[in-house]
């Protein structure tokens, strides 16, 4: 049975930091390809970032520069390291298995002006 669980969503000032985790079970993790999603409120649900199996790492445009995916495959765990967060970061970050569709609990993030 697959999970996920995200954890490291907090609340943090403009221009500081968090890092987001995702640990994995149920699945072989060094092999698929593993997302990071954010809702923020009255909007659509967009990815932030993805890593592959071989780590090759995509951004959005809006989070280049400021955010950093990465896994480490002997912990079953993918982060999302986010430097100069602004207000507009804020929302529910979900972790996301696209080989199987699943996805994570959520974990909050707000970042105050």
């Known amino acids: 049975q697959v999970q996920l669980v995200e954890s490291g969503g907090g609340l943090v000032q403009a221009g500081g930091s968090l890092r987001l985790s995702c640990a994995a079970s149920?699945?072989?993790?060094?092999?698929?390809?593993m997302s990071w999603y954010r809702q923020a409120p009255g909007k659509q649900r967009e990815r932030v970032a993805v890593?592959?199996?071989?780590?090759?790492?995509n951004y959005a445009d809006s989070v280049k520069g400021r955010f950093t995916i990465s896994r480490d495959n002997a912990k079953n765990t993918v982060y999302l390291q986010m430097n100069s967060l602004k207000p507009e970061d804020t929302g529910v970050y979900y972790c996301?298995?696209?080989?199987?569709?699943?996805w994570g609990q959520g974990t909050q993030v707000t970042v105050s002006s």
């Open positions: 149920g699945i072989f993790f060094s092999i698929v390809t």
């Open positions: 890593i592959s199996s071989a780590y090759n790492t």
């Open positions: 996301y298995l696209p080989q199987s569709d699943y």
